[in-house]
């Protein structure tokens, strides 16, 4: 299985709108260090047989696309309905081109419900040619498993304060960003991992998103063989970071390709 980290940036990315000079805010990243850069978060989950499963789609999707070299998904999973996350749906209008028909769109209640409202032109049927984006509705719930094509990929709950966000686990590999803690079930299922996509804010505390101290005491007690950081804001530089983190434990990169074995 092949994991395409599009992005792994915050809400805003790194950098920042804004800045003295208009280049961007960095806080502590290093702008010289083309490491920091990172896009908002978002990944493609590939299959060996080739099926391709989106996670999330927000406002960087269309050139986080073009940089990987990817031209179609077989489907999509929204982990919950921020804009950083939803934001490029727009954009899938071309994967509708490239696979000639709707593209199914798995998310729980509430987020699909709040997709629909926003993107409501996405969800009617294709009735002449491809104009705008064709999505279906498949409404999930979270100790569910959804299938696309070979990937199968269970479903678990997720405190992210503001509101609930879904994980995924696809056999040995986890992907959970967007989370501040973790009901008992849903930490339960971390365990056993080789490989391990997990969101890391900032070295300090935020309100809704998990920080470091408490990724690396998830991975004392989990033990994943790597795990790989994801929504990373602007307090985490790559060149510090690298040198400060143990064994196992990695910044994720913008673009970053991870071969997780079966």
């Not at 696309?65 to 990817?70: G, P, S, T």
């Not at 969800?123 to 984006?133: A, H």
């Not at 064709?134 to 719930?141: D, I």
């Amino acid at each position: 299985m092949k994991i395409t980290l599009l992005g792994t940036g915050p809400s805003q990315g790194v950098p920042a709108i804004g800045g003295p000079d208009g280049l961007g805010v960095w806080g502590q990243c290093d702008p010289a260090e083309a490491r920091n850069r990172r896009q908002r978060s978002s990944a493609v989950i590939e299959a060996a047989d080739g099926p391709r499963l989106l996670v999330d789609c927000g406002p960087d999707f269309r050139a986080q696309m073009l940089a990987a070299r990817i031209a179609r998904v077989d489907a999509l999973l929204l982990t919950h309905a921020h804009a950083d996350h939803i934001a490029g749906i727009d954009e899938l209008r071309a994967v509708n081109r490239a696979l000639g028909h709707e593209l199914p769109v798995f998310g729980t209640e509430a987020t699909l419900s709040e997709v629909e409202a926003r993107f409501g032109y996405a969800f009617l049927p294709i009735t002449r040619g491809i104009f705008r984006p064709a999505l279906v509705s498949h409404r999930v719930t979270p100790g569910q498993a959804i299938q696309v094509g070979s990937i199968q990929a269970e479903l678990f709950d997720q405190d992210h304060v503001v509101m609930r966000t879904l994980g995924l686990r696809i056999g040995n590999f986890a992907y959970t960003t967007d989370v501040l803690r973790f009901p008992p079930d849903s930490f339960a299922r971390l365990h056993g991992l080789d490989t391990w996509v997990v969101g890391c804010m900032t070295t300090g505390q935020n309100a809704v998103h998990a920080n470091l101290d408490q990724v690396l005491a998830w991975v004392a007690e989990l033990r994943p063989r790597r795990t790989i950081l994801t929504h990373q804001g602007d307090t985490l530089d790559y060149a510090s970071m690298t040198a400060r983190l143990p064994k196992g434990v990695e910044m994720g990169v913008d673009g970053m390709v991870i071969e997780v074995p079966g």
